[in-house]
């Protein structure tokens, strides 16, 4: 109990350091709170270009909805968990090399995982603050219909997300300690979930992105939270895909856990985690 304890304030301590390291960057903040928001426009235009509006037969047939713009949107707002964990947990102990931090944590008691948890922790707020921002522009200026009798269903359709990807982070976490880099993958992997989830076009049009899809969390977690949001379903018709992404989780979490342990055990024994 006394151990718990330790580390619980450990993991408070760690969300108050991040937080401060944001506020010390303000216009970070507000980046990433319109930035997913303005990378839509250019799709906007591109749809009245290619189709003289935002409405299209072919795309409603699709996704049951011919609300295009919408559809992006979602998509957009609810890729902000994924980014905010793959740059906010996956980078977070490369950053503590860059800050020469990691040495000190390191030779203290306090294990590496529980730092983690803490980055996690802090990146879901974090994210949280940027998605609230997203939906209330969305609702004022977009006509998003986001109402409060959704908004339990689509938090507990995002905790099951976050959950086992930040399961995957924390894996990534320990691979950026073994290679000394992390841009580039991180770089790799965006354009991965760009390509083969639905974050802005249905992955239905292309056999392949639609195969690859069914083993991405985000996948189903956007064809629920666009089920409610768009077409009005109601969660406990969707219990299959929860059912899915709480599969998803327990593996994710588990072998996120053990591949980090692995990791960070060899990385300890090559003598090189601080190295650059």
Partial sequence: MKQFKANLAIIGAEIIKTAKIWFSYKILLFYWAIFPLIW?????????????????????????????????????????????????????????????????????????????????????????????????????????????????????IVVLLVIG????????????LLIKEVHGWVHTLEWIFFLFSPIRYPVEVNFITKIVSAFIPLTYALVAIRAIILLNKNVTNLYQI?????????????????????????????????EY
């Fill in 40 to 156: 839509v426009i250019p799709y906007i235009f591109q749809g009245k270009a290619l189709v003289g509006g935002m409405v299209s037969g072919p795309f409603a047939q699709l996704t049951g909805t011919g609300n295009y713009l919408a559809f992006v949107l979602i998509g957009a707002m609810v890729s902000t968990y994924i980014f905010s964990g793959l740059w906010g947990v996956g980078n977070s102990l490369r950053e503590e090399t860059y800050w020469g931090t990691l040495e000190y944590i390191i030779v203290s008691p306090t294990g590496l995982l529980v730092v983690l948890i803490g980055k996690t922790l802090a990146e879901f707020l974090y994210a949280t603050v940027m998605v609230v921002f997203q939906a209330l522009l969305a609702t004022i200026f977009f006509g998003i219909n986001i109402t409060l009798g959704k908004l339990f269903p689509l938090m507990m």
């Fill in 165 to 176: 990807f930040y399961g995957f982070a924390i894996a990534f976490a320990g691979f950026t």
């Fill in 242 to 274: 929860l059912l899915i992404l709480g599969i998803m989780d327990i593996i994710l979490l588990v072998g996120g856990y053990l591949l980090f342990t692995k990791l960070e055990f060899r990385t300890k024994k090559a003598g090189t985690m601080a």
